[in-house]
T-cell receptor, first 114, second 112 residues
Framework: KAGVTQTPRYLIKTRGQQVTLSCSPISGHRSVSWYQQTPGQGLQFLFEYFSETQRNKGNFPGRFSGRQFSNSRSEMNVSTLELGDSALYLC?????????????FGPGTRLTVL | GEDVEQSLFLSVREGDSSVINCTYTDSSSTYLYWYKQEPGAGLQLLTYIFSNMDMKQDQRLTVLLNKKDKHLSLRIADTQTGDSAIYFCAECPSGSARQLTFGSGTQLTVLP
């Protein structure tokens, strides 16, 4: 069974640009969550999608948005990039939304904003 | 508010036991998790414990939960060099099934 895949793995952008990151969950998984990981702030929850609907949202500005498609693949978009958006963006998929439903993480997309 | 704290570094000798500690603040947390992150990789769930349990053992891993003190620990028996990684504890507040709050991570270094 293939794991969670994230594309691209590495990305370099400049301030003011926008970026779209993609996450393909494990086959059959309907829940996809996104996290931002930085040395200063650690791992922070961005949002969660289940059955194409955003279920939870973390404390991030509106520049951060996402969506989920009918095949459960998810994208997140960051508009008007700032230097502080440089981070590792991780997505995780799970079969359900219960706390005991294991979240499987992808390897992440490393975004560098210059 | 929610906050999860861990010590940043731990160094042990191969074959010894490692104990990684974590404190959390949200008393409504129903599940607490331990994740492992190796360089260049995502997070791997190691184990979790339900808040009404005191202890959970899974092969070389033992999780202890002191709910009164909001203290969680992960013990790794017979630590191997392959256990070198960053270990994160995370809490799942009640009603937020997928919204985990992570600690800062503990870098475990296993010396030969």
């Amino acid at each position: 069974k293939a794991g969670v895949t994230q594309t691209p793995r590495y990305l370099i952008k400049t301030r003011g640009q926008q970026v779209t990151l993609s996450c393909s969950p494990i086959s059959g998984h309907r829940s996809v969550s996104w996290y931002q990981q930085t040395p200063g702030q650690g791992l922070q929850f961005l949002f969660e999608y289940f059955s194409e609907t955003q279920r939870n949202k973390g404390n991030f500005p509106g520049r951060f948005s996402g969506r989920q498609f009918s095949n459960s693949r998810s994208e997140m978009n960051v508009s008007t990039l700032e230097l502080g958006d440089s981070a590792l963006y991780l997505c995780a998929s799970s079969g359900g939304r219960q706390p005991t439903d294991t979240q499987y993480f992808g390897p992440g997309t490393r975004l560098t904003v210059l | 508010g929610e906050d999860v704290e861990q010590s940043l570094f731990l160094s042990v000798r191969e074959g010894d036991s490692s104990v990684i500690n974590c404190t959390y603040t949200d008393s409504s947390s129903t599940y607490l998790y331990w994740y492992k992150q190796e360089p260049g990789a995502g997070l791997q769930l190691l184990t979790y414990i339900f808040s009404n349990m005191d202890m959970k053992q899974d092969q070389r891993l033992t999780v202890l939960l002191n709910k009164k003190d909001k203290h969680l620990s992960l013990r790794i028996a017979d630590t191997q060099t392959g256990d070198s990684a960053i270990y994160f504890c995370a809490e799942c507040p009640s009603g937020s099934a997928r919204q985990l709050t992570f600690g800062s991570g503990t870098q475990l270094t296993v010396l030969p």
